[in-house]
């Protein structure tokens, strides 16, 4: 049986008095990749965000390899370079080249030597077709090639899990694919991975198993094929449908 | 308890005389904000104007004002007067000129800005209502502007404020001068007088400035 | 008739005089982005108790005239076994004054950087250390710049106050010589002469960065 890489149990998360995210429990396997669908405002964004220790959460637990990660301020910087996270708006740092953003954190906090690390830096930025782009600044970049180096930004640091939050909600439609490729390709080669997005196809295509959020509990999970063809509650069922509504349209 | 040098400052009328001073430069910055108000407006219409001269003469003024020192101005007044014109200025009229030069030229960039920031569609209203230029200007683009004006002409009161103190400088008898008379006068009966007379001028100061720069932080923040 | 023999023979005293001015000026100038840029991470970090000493600071500093801060430092601290010599008394009046302005500068820059940069930092593993050093203040430093080189021009001609303090700097020269000679349109010329000689310099190279700045990022 494969190891559980994050492990949540009772997490609750307030904010100003509302809860987001309500007595929620979930795990993730090695190699698995979930996608987390819901409304918008059902948590999702904020679910990944008390992963990686952004959000201070009320009460529960969140577990990297068994490794709690919320609310121990001292490793926690450590503990999140075992997560990997890909935000919705292009982070990059538009002081550094695409090189200094991915080369910066492996040299400056995992001591990696700088030799080692650019080797590694050009070789997967070749997997993801930027290999000329290496010495560009951000601001020379278009959305989908910024979002790609983000995401290598993230990789190099050999990350237990990936997350990804809504990575293609604010590119144009046509760079939309070639995000969506990086994450599928990283999918085959096993990595772990948890994705919000609101690509309907492309999470048929990806996950394994799909999870699904409203008002900060999960209401249902199970494979795509399941979720898709076959989903068992009156919310879900909802979703879907004005998503199948929207394709019509 | 060490002699701080403040009991000097309960004897006679000194502490009453050193606000005498310090009213002074409050008179001198508020008589030449009045001043540069209007002729600020002047300039900064003169700015927006088309004309290369004049556009560049006033582009000039303001550079080289804003590039010299305070000091410098005071002293080209004060003593380059005596000297080319044959004046015998008085300190606090040389202190108005200058302050009336600077505050114009600060002004002015102020109102330049101000009525560039104005959507051109304004001045066209105004033609189309068959309104003169002039008449423009005053019932429509002056309104828009001045209010955006009062806080930044507050704020320009500090600094002058502010900068009275160098008036000194030219012999203007002001609270610092007060202050070391005071201390002159006491030297034998309290030596550490300069001690508590610096440190009081210091504190009436910044609760002039301090003051007036709250109340224009609180009108930014109220017409922003 | 313009004196050129008295020109001549009162160049190297403004010459020195210039130098002297420049001098401190560099000295009150570095000391002052040095308290600048402590006062700015104490108000952005919001470290309890020092931030409020640094909020005070800033009142004080900026609401009072530097010529008062001299007299005080000079004349005043004394009396209370404080000695310090005029060239002290400047640059730390100096560096009093423009740490609130520096100070001000750098809280914009900080400000100015998008919290999702921090946090993709963090996210990467740093911690607040070194987001601060390798991510937001290279940033907020660049946006900084052109307020930077405001306070800097600002600060040079606050200089012209040291005469006060019995310093030997240009204005001390300049009205030296009008008492002396009764060469007021010479001695005024230079004085003008050689501030520019100072401050235009600064002042055009900030107009250049500020059009840098506005019209281009990173990577141009």
Request: glycine fraction near 4%; include cysteine.
């Given at each position: 049986m494969a190891d559980t890489v994050l492990e949540i149990r009772n997490l609750v998360k307030k904010f100003d008095g509302h809860i987001i995210l309500n007595d929620l429990d979930m795990n993730v396997q090695e190699g698995e990749v979930v996608v987390i669908l819901g409304p918008?405002?059902?948590g999702k964004s904020t679910l990944l965000r008390c992963i990686n220790g952004l959000e201070e959460i009320q009460s529960g637990s969140v577990r990297i390899q068994g490794k709690?990660?919320?609310?121990?301020?001292?490793n926690a910087g450590l503990l999140r370079q075992k997560v990997g996270m890909v935000f919705?708006?292009?982070?990059?740092?538009?002081?550094?080249?695409v090189l200094g953003n991915i080369m910066l954190s492996p040299v400056k906090v995992q001591k990696r030597k700088k030799d080692e690390v650019k080797e590694e830096a050009l070789e997967l930025l070749k997997k993801v077709g930027?290999?000329?782009?290496?010495?560009?600044?951000?601001?020379?970049?278009?959305g989908g090639q910024k979002q790609r180096v983000a995401i290598v930004r993230a990789l190099i640091l050999h990350p237990e899990i990936l997350l990804f939050d809504e990575?293609?909600?604010?590119?144009?439609p046509e760079m939309v694919r070639e995000v969506l490729d990086v994450i599928l390709s990283l999918a085959k080669q096993g990595k772990t991975m948890l994705i919000v997005t609101h690509e309907m196809q492309f999470a048929k295509a990806v996950a394994d198993r799909i999870v699904f959020i409203d008002e900060g509990k999960i209401m249902e999970e199970g494979t795509a094929k399941e979720f898709f063809e076959h989903p068992q509650t009156e919310r879900a069922k909802k979703f879907l449908h004005v998503f199948s509504f929207e394709d019509v349209r | 308890m060490p002699d701080l040098g403040l009991e000097v400052l309960m004897k006679g009328n000194n502490l009453l005389r050193l606000f005498d001073g310090l009213w002074i430069a409050v008179e001198i910055s508020l008589l030449s904000i009045v001043i540069s108000i209007p002729l600020g407006i002047l300039l900064g219409i003169l700015m927006t104007r088309k004309n290369r001269l004049v556009r560049f003469l006033t582009k000039f003024y303001l550079e080289f004002i804003r590039i010299m020192p305070q000091l410098v101005l005071l002293f080209l007044v004060f003593f380059g007067t005596t000297r080319s014109m044959g004046w015998n200025l008085p300190g606090e009229t040389a202190a108005v000129i200058v302050f009336v030069m600077w505050g114009t030229a600060e002004m002015g960039d102020l109102v330049r800005s101000a009525l560039l920031s104005i959507p051109g569609h304004q001045y066209e209203s105004g033609k189309a209502l068959g309104l003169s230029r002039r008449q423009t200007y005053f019932y429509i683009i002056l309104p828009q502007t001045l209010r955006r004006l009062i806080p930044v002409s507050i704020n320009l009161i500090t600094r002058m404020i502010k900068t009275t103190s160098l008036i000194l400088m030219i012999g203007v008898v002001e609270v610092l001068k007060v202050g070391q008379q005071i201390i002159e006068a006491n030297r034998m009966v309290s030596p550490n007088a300069a001690f508590g007379v610096f440190l009081v001028i210091f504190i009436l100061y910044f609760v002039i400035c301090w003051s007036v720069s709250m109340t224009a932080r609180y009108l930014e923040r109220k017409w922003s | 008739m313009v004196d050129f023999a008295y020109i001549e023979r009162v160049l190297p005293l403004y010459e020195r005089a210039a130098v002297l001015t420049v001098q401190l000026g560099i000295e009150g100038i570095l000391l002052s982005i040095v308290i600048g840029l402590v006062c700015a991470l104490i108000l952005y970090e919001k470290i309890p108790v020092l931030r409020r000493f640094v909020m005070i600071y800033i009142e004080v500093s900026r609401n009072t005239p530097l010529l008062v801060q001299l007299f005080f430092m000079y004349y005043g601290l004394p009396k209370i076994g404080i000695v310090l010599t005029p060239e002290v008394c400047g640059v730390a009046g100096l560096a009093f004054l423009g740490g609130s302005y520096m100070a001000e500068a750098f809280r914009s820059g900080l400000d100015s950087v998008e919290n999702i940069q921090r946090e993709s930092a963090y996210s990467l593993g740093m911690n607040r250390m070194q987001a601060m050093c390798y991510v937001i203040l290279p940033q907020a430093v660049s946006t900084s710049i052109p307020a930077f080189l405001a306070n800097i021009i600002f600060l040079l001609k606050e200089t012209?106050?040291?005469?006060?303090?019995?310093?030997?700097?240009l204005m001390f020269t300049a009205k030296d010589l009008i008492g002396l000679y009764y060469k007021t349109t010479e001695s005024l010329a230079l004085l003008v002469v050689f501030y520019l000689m100072i401050l235009l310099p600064v002042s055009i190279v900030g107009a250049v960065v500020e059009r840098r700045v506005r019209y281009a990022g990173f990577g141009a």
């Open positions: 918008s405002g059902c709690e990660i919320s609310g121990t301020k001292e919705q708006s292009y982070d990059l740092f538009p002081h550094l080249s930027l290999a000329d782009k290496a010495d560009s600044y951000p601001r020379q970049l278009s990575v293609t909600a604010a590119l144009d | - | 012209s106050v040291f005469s006060a303090i019995s310093l030997m700097d």
